[in-house]
């Protein structure tokens, strides 16, 4: 490492440490995690008071919150932070208008989160579901340790949403089921003596029921209303250990695909350029994927539910063509 790169990165450590984005850095590398938002002041006391020795940001664990809108993902963003990071609210919309990461100490772990919008709705724009990916691919610059799939145990929609897991897997490739962990919201809608087993048991949508057999022992609930501090802790604590062993399974190291390395290594290429080289490969893939979803939903056109993503995922792929 050069004298100089050493010196960049004691600045820039510096400029984020005093919550400044590093005004240095020349437009064509500025990376999104280089525009920080200052923490408030009560969030940093409650940073500081988890801070332990070990944590350094060489091991931090990135996450990638993912599902439809209105299942919680925000608020379970804001849970696993333990502060209010992230808007969240009623609403007939969608709160979260694009992908954003905060970050914050956690049982003395730093933990990066990305909050994503509905993502998972087959009626998004195809340009913009590029846009919000290709953010995410910004944000996580050296990886993701964990994709977590955001469901609600009031959503009906589960087909919906198996579907659109299966299309990340077509999307990222088969690599990326070793990193899902799946969270349930509304644990607190639930009757007051039911597991979260029961609910899988008896009330989860069958394609949902079917599909998370094999990561049973990576789902987690969460009641995101909940007051009581002794309950908020232990399902971040749950939920970091599943984190813990799905890090352990994959040998420590973070997903990153294709996409990934060629927007993060350096190359002769400009940062503006080598993203947009990632863009048009993230459309293309998308196009690809939303063609396989298609056929294979096609298959099984008899199902009324699957007629309409057949129909949405059709409109989809006439919005890929005018990427
Ligand atoms: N009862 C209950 N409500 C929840 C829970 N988690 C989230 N909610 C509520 O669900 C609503 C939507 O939450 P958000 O976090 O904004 O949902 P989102 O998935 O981020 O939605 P978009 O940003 O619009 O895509 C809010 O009113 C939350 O308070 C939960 O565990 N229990
Ligand atoms: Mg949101």
């Known amino acids: 490492m050069s004298l100089k790169e050493i010196c960049n990165g004691l600045r820039c450590w510096f400029d984020k440490f005093r919550g400044a984005p590093n005004p240095r850095q020349m437009d064509s590398e500025r990376r999104p995690e280089d525009t920080y938002t200052s923490p408030t002041k009560k969030e940093t006391t409650r940073s500081t008071e988890n801070y332990s020795a070990s944590t350094t940001s060489n091991n931090a664990l990135t996450m990638a919150l993912l599902g439809n809108t209105g299942n919680g993902v925000s608020a379970t963003g804001n849970s696993i932070l333990k502060m209010p990071a992230f808007e969240s609210k009623r609403s007939s919309g969608s709160v979260t208008s694009t992908s954003e990461m905060k970050d914050a100490v956690v049982d003395g772990k730093l933990v990066k989160v990305i909050d994503t919008p509905g993502l998972f709705n087959f009626l998004l724009r195809a340009d913009f579901v590029v846009k919000e990916i290709v953010k995410c691919i910004e944000s996580a610059k050296d990886g993701i340790h964990a994709v ?176």
């Open 148 to 323: 977590v799939v955001v469901l609600s145990v009031r959503s009906p929609y589960s087909k919906e949403e198996v579907t659109a897991i299966q299309g990340l897997k077509i999307l990222f490739g088969d690599k990326i089921s070793d990193y899902l962990i799946f969270v349930f919201t509304g644990g607190d809608e639930l009757e007051d003596d039911q597991t979260l087993d029961d609910y899988l048991e008896d009330e989860c949508p069958q394609p949902l029921k079917e599909f998370l057999k094999s990561y049973r022992d990576r789902t987690v609930l969460f009641d995101n209303k909940t007051k009581n501090d002794e309950k908020k802790d232990n399902q971040v604590k749950q939920f970091l250990s599943i984190v813990d062993t799905v890090v352990a399974k994959n040998g420590g190291k973070p997903y990153k695909n294709e996409f990934f390395v060629q927007l993060h290594e350096r190359t002769d290429k400009t940062y503006e350029e080598r993203l947009k080289e990632v863009r048009d490969k993230v459309a293309s893939k998308l196009k690809q994927t939303i063609s396989k979803l298609q056929q294979q939903l096609a298959e099984e056109k008899s199902d009324p539910e699957l007629a309409r993503e057949t129909k949405a995922l059709r409109m989809k792929l006439k919005d890929c063509a005018i990427l």
